[in-house]
């Protein structure tokens, strides 16, 4: 039987954004990205989903052009502060999500261990942002429950270490995917192309990421992202007897 915590709370915290260039977007264009953390509330204390962008060198400065939003700034928004801030859980830890970690010296940094293995052995990241005085990691390999519904769950693919959170809440899961897709209509995308799998349709279909089936047995209402404003819902279904339901925004 699943924990829920009917009373956990999720805020979403506008951290900046970033220029994706024309080379990385797959078009002929640029693409703005939002960055994205969010603030958990639970019996235990807050976690922080990510911590926003960090200093990076100049080249890399050049090559995104991000205009940041400070941590405290947007903590003080959403009615909290970092000193209230109980446990950190970073997707990965490439500089525009693990960038507030040194702010929270001391705090338990939650990772996978494939990925703080990356992290430490250079061309990762940035080194000031893994190894500041007051790091502290607690290295997971694999899913776990850090706290009474809330779960890590590994979503290896953007980066081999990368994971999500699942907050499991008695009116529905909420997963934080962080960047296991960059987009909702990519997550939409493949989690129609795993219902094609798994109703029997012959090949060729689409590929999708394999753990698209763990996440799948929670049963998630909304799924947010790290770059993406968007929020992507299942599919209303019409019920029975009933008339279909309008689709809202």
Not at 221 to 226: E, G, N
Request: with cysteine.
């Amino acid at each position: 039987m699943w924990n829920t915590r009917s009373n956990i709370t999720v805020q979403r915290l506008d951290l900046g954004y970033f220029i994706r260039p024309a080379s990385e977007t797959g078009t002929s264009q640029p693409r703005a990205e939002p960055v994205l953390a969010y603030l958990v509330r639970h019996d235990k204390g807050l976690l922080l989903f990510d911590t926003g962008i960090g200093a990076a060198d100049p080249e890399t400065e050049a090559h995104y052009r991000p205009r940041r939003r400070a941590l405290q700034e947007a903590l003080t928004a959403a009615g909290a502060a970092l000193d209230d801030i109980a446990l950190v859980v970073n997707c990965h830890l490439h500089f525009d999500h693990c960038g507030g970690n040194p702010l929270l010296a001391g705090r338990p940094v939650l990772v996978q261990e494939a990925e703080l293995e990356a992290a430490q052995q250079g061309g990762h990241t940035f080194d000031h942002l893994i190894d500041f005085p007051g790091a502290t990691y607690e290295v997971t390999a694999g899913e776990t429950e850090v706290w009474p519904g809330v779960w890590i769950i590994p979503t290896p693919g953007h980066t081999q270490g990368h994971q999500s959170l699942v907050l499991r809440r008695n009116d529905g899961t909420v997963l934080l995917a962080g960047q296991a897709h960059d987009t909702a209509s990519h997550f939409a995308s493949e989690h129609l192309a795993r219902r094609a799998a798994h109703d029997g349709l012959q090949p060729p279909l689409p590929p999708y990421q394999p753990w698209l089936d763990r996440l799948t047995d929670f049963d998630p209402r909304r799924v947010l992202f790290a770059h993406d404003c968007s929020v992507w819902e299942p599919p209303r279904t019409r019920p029975a007897g009933g008339p279909a339901e309008a689709a809202t925004g």
